[in-house]
């Protein structure tokens, strides 16, 4: 059974804009850190963005900066990727991930992710 479903993505033209969501029936997300990874054909696994727990600022690879925003929605335990000004570089397989033990209190950054979704594909073309 997983623990995160993902939903979102598709096909979208360059410039268009796609929402992932992630959320989970077995534990709150909105005290863990979250993060979104993607992963393209032929290419290792990239980490997009993540949200700590509390306190820190969201991160983002410079890829996507100005382009990508992460939330959460505490009424519906979801955690959002919004992706705007997409690219045709940003087409690959989106997952999120998290750590249920350790993610309410370690950093994002250094969490070691062991609980993912089951991933969704993105992918951007004219």
């Known amino acids: 059974q997983l623990q995160l479903v993902q939903s979102g993505g598709g096909l979208v033209q360059p410039g268009g804009s796609l929402r992932l969501s992630c959320t989970s029936s077995r534990f709150r997300l909105d005290n863990s850190a979250i993060g979104w990874f993607r992963q393209a054909p032929g290419k290792e696994r990239e980490a997009v963005s993540c949200i700590s727990s509390k306190g820190e600022r969201p991160k983002y690879v410079d890829s996507v900066k100005g382009r990508f925003t992460i939330a959460r929605d505490a009424a519906t335990n979801t955690v959002y990727l919004q992706m705007s000004n997409l690219k045709p570089e940003d087409t690959a397989a989106y997952y999120c991930?998290?750590?249920?033990?350790?993610?309410?209190?370690?950093?994002?950054?250094?969490?070691?992710?062991?609980?993912w979704g089951q991933g969704t594909q993105v992918t951007v073309s004219s």
């Open positions: 991930a998290t750590d249920p033990i350790y993610g309410s209190t370690m950093s994002c950054m250094t969490l070691y992710y062991n609980t």
